[in-house]
């Protein structure tokens, strides 16, 4: 291809509707930001010069390149070429569109005009025939205009003279507002012409036919029946009639309280259903409505009405009759006035409804009723708030919801009470009945375990069950005491409601306040003590476990557990919130006021045990001893048997490692009273010692009375030895003092000796330190 040739085609290149058509395309703010619109070079610039884009291509182009720009040129002429020919049918469908519209309209003002000039001369046409009407009635328009003014002054006069008949005739058809209605009409004709006797006699008739009407409307206001059209129109009647309004504010507030006292007397009976409900456990009366209808019927019927009666008033005395700026002073007596009929009744109907809230009988499982109730009167206050510009009585209603609470978190506490007293009661039954067997049990069979095994599991099991009880019955009041704190309940959107209910209602109330209960019905066993309702020891040392159980986990679960639940944050420096530490610490203190306790009551009955057994015997009149007295081996019996309950609740503890003393002690004790035990003779040998050596260690024995002494009551530990020790301790401080109050013989002596060595020999076991056995 030559370049004349290619310069021939790119200059055809560029139609002479290219122009045009991509002005038309072409966004004018594109061309005006373009960087390229006074480029010769750019094909698309009004400046672009085809010969220099030409020379360009041919010196940077190659061959194949200037092919692919020709075919790429030829492409956009077929697509501008093809743009065009749509434009131009597409304005070619509009152009014709536009001349056939034309066209129409042209048409159309044709008969425009033809209708305009008929307008036109009618319109002249009827101008004349009034300029004729009005010149032939010109003479006699005075003379008819006389005659109406004479028309209209004798049908004033007819009316006045028909007046009295008509409203007694409205009034005895009931139809008071057309009797005023007349009354009304005639009042401004009768005060102009009353200086005409006839005319005064038509003025005090009438004035003695409104007095009578107005007796009717008092009647019909004060009518308990009467509906609020009927209301209103006597109202208005008696408005229209010039009636003080104070004193028909007064007529209608009357009438108002009538009405709420109707729902007053429901209220008060389902009250009083309920007080005798709640005094006795039959069903007295089917007629007593739940608390959710009780509220229903409260806000159905009282509320309900007394915003009838607001509204009513405020429609009547403030909006319609005091418009007026000089009835200002009237306007804020009346809105005084409605201010105290309100809050009368108001207060009335709290009172109402927090009587019958503290009557309810309240139960867990009626709790999200009680809940809805509380919630549905809340909603309507609220509402009663948003209608009427009066006092707030969300904040009482807030109050009866506290109170409410307060009362449902007591009660609950009441119930976990009752119900800890009676497993307690179930508990205390049961270890005496396991006792009872366990004691006949052992007297039949020659051995003790069988009944240490049966004493064993029942108290375990007894301590389980009452941990759990406990931890179950708090579970179940925490829950259902949650309705409280629902996220629909509209009073649980205050945050103060609930951060009060949480943390002063369930957890310092319910929680705490049953805790500490247990802890003060444990520590009432050991204040008010007594042989003659005591309990068992065995309960005493089951509570003692279980307060210290409180101590190491119990609350610390159940307080976490609350908080929980209830979404709490305890702040420790809040005094009015307990902390954790204090509650534990009170339990521990309780668990070793018990313990001790314990250890007093079984040490004081193996004490008398043994004192009985010293102060009842003649020592002097004694005889050879050959046994143990069947009273040591009872209270080494009985020192199993404490053993076995404490080692179940209680760990084993510390053991001080055995001494030589103890061997020393056994062989100096044997080589006292028990040497012969080892001869060839069988008979006694009490004689075989000479009187030298049985006074030295006889005088050595006494002195120990005297001289070493066993410390008793000291503070026990939380474990079986300890226990076990003090117990001990208090026998054998009884037995040394019995002895240094009695005087022996020397067969006595032996028998105590005996006595003591077999005490020494059996009990050493059960105790911690083996010391204070050395001293008898």
Not at 717 to 728: D, H
């Amino acid at each position: 291809m030559s370049t004349n040739d290619m310069n021939e085609d790119m200059i055809g290149v560029r139609p002479r509707g290219l122009n045009s058509l991509k002005q038309y395309t072409t966004n004018s703010d594109q061309q005006m930001t373009s960087p390229s619109i006074c480029d010769p070079f750019d094909i698309n610039s009004s400046e672009f010069n085809c010969d220099l884009y030409l020379n360009k291509l041919l010196k940077e182009s190659t061959l194949s390149e200037l092919m692919e720009t020709e075919q790429g040129l030829y492409k956009q002429i077929q697509s501008l070429d093809s743009e065009m020919q749509t434009l131009v049918y597409e304005n070619y469908n509009k152009f014709i569109s536009a001349t056939e519209t034309i066209q129409k309209m042209s048409s159309h003002f044709d008969k425009m005009e033809e209708e305009l000039t008929l307008l036109s001369t009618n319109m002249e046409g009827i101008t004349r025939s009034s300029e004729q009407i009005s010149d032939n009635l010109k003479g006699r328009r005075h003379d008819l205009s006389k005659l109406a003014n004479t028309h209209e002054v004798l049908t004033k006069l007819q009316f006045l003279f028909e007046l009295s008949p008509k409203m007694r005739e409205s009034i005895e058809q009931n139809q008071y507002n057309e009797a005023v209605k007349y009354y009304l009409r005639a009042e401004r004709t009768l005060g102009q012409y009353l200086h005409f006797p006839s005319i005064s006699a038509i003025n005090e008739e009438c004035l003695q036919i409104v007095a009578q009407l107005k007796q009717k409307l008092y009647q019909q206001l004060s009518n308990r029946e009467a509906s609020p059209n009927q209301l209103n129109e006597s109202i208005e009647l008696l408005l229209k009639l010039k009636e003080p309004t104070e004193k028909l504010c007064e007529e209608y507030l009357s009438m108002a309280d009538k009405r709420l006292e109707s729902n007053f007397s429901e209220l008060y009976y389902q009250n009083d259903l309920a007080n005798k409900s709640l005094n006795s456990t039959s069903d007295e009366s089917q007629s007593l409505v739940d608390i959710l209808e009780y509220i229903d019927i409260a806000c159905n019927g009282f509320l309900s009405n007394l915003s009838l009666s607001i509204t009513f008033f405020s429609d009547i005395f403030l909006q319609k009759s005091f418009s007026k700026a000089s009835n200002v002073e009237s306007n804020d007596r009346i809105r005084k006035t409605l201010q105290e009929f309100v809050d009368k009744n108001m207060n009335k109907f709290f009172d109402t409804i927090l009587t019958r809230v503290q009557s309810e009988k309240k139960s867990i499982n009626d709790t999200i009723l009680f809940v809805r109730a509380l919630d549905r009167l809340y909603k309507r206050l609220l509402s009663l708030n948003r209608t009427y510009e009066l006092n707030d009585f969300s904040v009482k209603a807030m109050q009866i919801v506290e109170k409410a609470s307060e009362d449902q978190c007591q009660h609950f506490l009441s119930y976990l009470k009752n119900r800890y007293q009676e497993e307690l009661t179930n508990i205390r039954h049961s270890i005496l009945s396991t006792s009872s067997q366990a004691v006949s049990t052992s007297r039949s069979s020659q051995t003790t375990s069988p009944a240490v095994i049966v004493e064993k599991q029942t108290l375990t099991d007894l301590l389980i069950t009452l941990q759990t009880s406990i931890s179950e019955l708090i579970k179940s009041v925490v829950a259902a005491l949650m309705p409280f704190t629902d996220p629909e309940v509209t009073f649980t959107g205050k945050t103060q409601f609930q951060q009060k209910f949480s943390i002063q209602f369930v957890r310092e109330v319910v929680v705490i306040g049953f805790i500490r209960h247990i802890l003060s019905v444990s520590l009432d066993y050991e204040k008010n003590y007594s042989t003659a309702t005591s309990p068992p020891s065995q309960l005493i040392l089951l509570l003692s476990r279980l307060c210290l159980d409180f101590d190491t986990s119990i609350i610390g679960y159940l307080l976490s557990f609350t908080e929980e639940q209830f979404n709490i944050y305890s702040n420790n420096s809040d005094p009015k919130i307990t902390s954790l530490s204090e509650l534990c610490k009170e339990a521990h203190s309780t668990a070793q006021h018990l313990l001790n306790h314990f250890v007093r009551l079984e040490g004081h009955n193996i004490s008398q045990m043994i004192r009985k057994s010293v102060e009842t015997r003649d020592w002097l009149s004694s005889v050879e001893p050959r046994s143990v007295r069947s009273v040591m081996k009872r209270v080494i019996e009985d020192i199993a048997q404490i053993d076995a309950q404490v080692g179940q609740l209680y760990e084993e503890g510390l053991r001080l490692e055995r001494s030589s003393d103890s061997s020393k002690s056994r062989r100096t004790f044997s080589a006292i009273g028990l040497g012969g035990r080892h001869s060839a003779n069988k008979s006694s040998n009490w004689s075989a010692y000479g009187p030298s050596t049985f006074d030295n260690s006889l005088m050595s024995n006494i002195q120990k009375l005297f001289t070493e002494k066993i410390e008793i009551f000291s503070c026990v530990e939380f474990s079986r030895l300890s226990a076990l020790t003090g117990i001990i301790k208090i026998g054998l401080k009884t037995l040394i003092e019995c002895v240094r109050l009695c005087t022996f013989s020397r067969y006595g002596l032996q028998q105590m000796q005996v006595d003591s060595y077999y005490l020494q020999t059996h009990v050493w076991a059960y105790a911690s330190d083996e010391k204070y056995f050395h001293i008898i």
